[in-house]
């Protein structure tokens, strides 16, 4: 039967005002489903870091090439200006912005000095970070100053709204102290708004109450902050407020961060295991960002990974080398289905079930651990074992033949030719 438009005015109305809304309940069923789909505990979702080593591949990719990276990087992060006319083909991209970082160059510089913190002698502190013959790269600003927030506010709007970018990758939420002279020394700046030397309360409440305009300001916008664990403890109420602020919690260096020890001192792996769990518990996510450099370092990140992964925690490596198109390691393709419950202690490693898996790993600073497998298992090489042998900070993924929940079709044992 041919369709017929509606003859009055009101009518045609409210025809479209009914299209419109089941469009939008399409579109929303659609993103649920998608998000439910994305709620698999075993399926990595990879987060790329595209900085300038990474331009050669973002620079004029095929229509291929574009619609690679948008199936492997679940997020990527990007840098305004370059990344602005590429996200016609990947709308997903976050765009890095530093949290109180003011650069000589910057106009805001030569315009609002006073958004310099300073010591009690008068002198410019600066971001303790790349420092070089008493100079470094990057004054801090006075995020306490709602004057240096809004121009923070406003920049990030015109690059989230103006320009599109999907979220905000906000470096150097600091809530520990991270202002100094240009030698990199550690020094206490005057408050300006007391002409005190700046109280750590004052300095971490600044820094929670900030996170909280950003995310008032963009209740829409994916944000992530790079900050640092152990900051304080968790029951601080600022570093409560700062996490709650974000969607993402992105913790540089990942599982293989040298600094961290076995067990539950005060850099221990369980206690940054534990850090992640408060994190999820309060209904948001993590990017473990790996710095591991070999072979075994990869396995191991990805394998802590596993151990927390809830749906919507991503994992990250500095590596190009196996993280670009033409180099990706099949490793971060992994699916091992929906997780059999949380990670436990088993024969003094770290293990955690999957459908189509397990995972295991030895912590840092703990002997070497040898324990029988349960059932046939296949290591990353693809070859079967039966017995697994870790030295300290060593992990394995084990795979079995299974179908996923998420994928019917069954899945042979996988090689993905460890090189």
């Known amino acids: 039967m041919k369709y017929r438009a509606p003859k009055c005015f009101h009518c045609t109305n409210f025809f479209f005002s009914v299209l419109f809304i089941a469009g939008l309940l399409m579109v929303i069923q659609s993103t649920q489903a998608q998000a439910q789909a994305q709620e698999v505990e075993g399926k990595v979702l990879f987060y790329n870091i595209a900085n300038s080593d990474f ?130 020394d550690i020094i206490r700046p005057v408050d300006p708004r007391t002409g005190q ?18 995310r008032a300001a963009f209740p829409d916008k994916e944000i992530a902050h790079n900050a640092i664990w152990y900051a304080d403890v968790t029951a601080n109420p600022y570093i409560q407020r700062q996490i709650d602020a974000a969607d993402w919690y992105n913790l540089e260096r990942g599982a293989t961060d040298r600094g961290l020890k076995g067990g539950t001192g005060k850099y221990g792996f369980e206690t940054f295991l534990s850090f992640i769990d408060f994190i999820q518990n309060r209904g948001h996510n993590v990017i473990l960002m790996d ?60 293990r955690r079930d999957f459908e189509c898996g397990i995972v295991l790993l030895n912590q840092p600073e703990m002997p070497t651990r040898s324990a029988s497998l349960d059932s046939e298992l296949s290591d990353l090489s693809g070859n079967t074992r039966s017995t697994i042998i870790l030295a300290e900070s060593e992990a394995a993924i084990l795979t079995r033949a299974c179908a996923a929940t998420n994928d019917p079709a069954p899945k042979p044992p996988i090689n993905l030719n460890v090189n």
């Open 197 to 214: 030397e700046m109280t750590r309360d004052n300095w971490q409440r600044y820094f929670a109450e900030f996170m909280e305009e950003i």
């Open 291 to 350: 710095y591991g450099d070999t072979l075994t370092k990869r396995e191991y990140g990805l394998a802590a990974w596993f151990l927390i992964n809830r749906g919507q925690d991503m994992i990250s490596s500095n590596q190009l080398r196996w993280t670009a198109p033409d180099s990706w390691w099949k490793g971060y393709e992994l699916d091992l289905g929906r997780a059999l419950g949380p990670r436990q202690t088993w024969q003094g490693l770290l």
């Open 55 to 184: 331009d050669p591949y973002s620079r004029d990719p095929s229509s291929a090439e574009q619609a690679w990276m948008r199936e492997h990087y679940y997020r990527q992060q990007t840098y305004k200006g370059y990344f602005n006319s590429r996200l016609a083909w990947y709308p997903l991209a976050w765009v890095y912005k530093d949290s109180y970082a003011i650069k000589p160059s910057w106009d805001i510089y030569r315009d609002h000095p006073e958004w310099v913190l300073r010591d009690a002698g008068g002198n410019q502190l600066y971001i303790p970070w790349g420092c070089s013959g008493g100079t470094c790269p990057q004054f801090a600003g006075d995020f306490g100053n709602p004057a240096f927030r809004a121009n923070w506010i406003s920049e990030a709007r015109s690059l989230l709204e103006d320009v599109g970018y999907a979220g905000l990758w906000v470096d150097d939420v600091n809530l520990t102290w991270r202002v100094g002279n240009g030698n990199g």
